[in-house]
């Protein structure tokens, strides 16, 4: 067998910034820097 390699999986749940597409997609993009930070391979 060749060499294991170990993935960090996470989940995000956000509500909306209510009538405000920017708003939304800036949360999103926070939620996906501080998942990065985290050293998260694959977030859903």
């Avoid at 956000?14 to 597409?21: E, G, K, S, T, W």
Wanted: cysteine-free; glycine content about 6%.
């Amino acid at each position: 067998m060749g060499s294991s390699r170990i993935v960090r999986a996470a989940a995000v749940q956000l509500a909306p910034v209510l009538f405000d597409r920017d708003g939304s997609t800036q949360k999103v993009l926070e939620a996906i820097g501080e998942a990065e930070r985290k050293d998260v391979n694959l977030l859903v």
